[in-house]
């Protein structure tokens, strides 16, 4: 899996960092920002479609 380096302020990844580890919903942070990217590609996804940008993928050519 590629690997990825952002830049994140203090106060986003402090918040980010209350959803991580034991008592959280992720394991690890890169646990939580996959699932954070993913849930904005699909809404991303969602808006595309309803402003029909979206390509038909169930089309034949």
């Given amino acids: ?9 203090a106060e986003l990844l402090a918040d ?4 991580v580890g034991d008592d959280g919903k992720f ?3 890169s646990d939580a920002i996959r699932a954070s990217i ?17 390509e038909d993928e169930d089309a034949d050519g």
């Fill in 27 to 29: 394991v690890n942070r």
């Fill in 16 to 19: 980010l960092d209350e959803h």
């Fill in 38 to 54: 993913r849930k904005t590609l699909d809404r991303l996804d969602e808006i595309d479609a309803r402003h029909g940008r979206l």
């Fill in 1 to 9: 899996m590629p690997k990825v380096s952002v830049e994140i302020p």
